[in-house]
């Protein structure tokens, strides 16, 4: 299937279709953002990840939401969301990043995703300058912090990606702002 987000400031939507462009769900509506802990719509989703082995569809939802949100993949029934550190996300807390020291207790900028063979999600929290690793079920597991010190206006985690190997040895990160990609 073709599934299809949006970044436009009215995007709250995500739409599937088959392969040959058959319209087959849509999840969310067209204009209306609620916020990080709507169940129903999105805030400008950047990416999506089908999970075959749960049927679930992950959502990295932050350009305008601060989060990580699951669906059912044949339904589009909500299953799920998380924040940094596998918490609660607050849309009141400031979009201030921390360079040294304790990492921000919210998301910034919720932008690339990426489900590893052995199903941990890792999510690229581009303008934290991090990637926040979480088991499938939204418990935080480690992070990584992708040139910290860079005050690059677009931050550093732009996207994930892994090794071809089976064990998926190394893991990709782009860092669009200062042109290098990390491993």
Known sequence: NV???GNGDKDAQILKFTKTGKFLLQIGH??????SNDTENMGRPAGIVIFPKTNEAFVADGYRNRRVVVYDAETGAYKRHWGAYGNKPDDAAPRTRVYEGAGSPQFNLV???RISNDGLVYVGDRSNNRLQVF????????EAY???????NEGTAFDVGFSPDKQQQFVFVPDGSNKKVHI
């Open 30 to 35: 067209h204009g209306i953002i609620k916020g």
């Open 146 to 152: 992708i040139s910290r010190p860079s005050h690059a």
């Open 135 to 142: 088991k499938l079920d939204g418990t935080f597991v480690k």
């Open 3 to 5: 599934w299809i987000t």
């Open 111 to 113: 932008h690339g995703l």
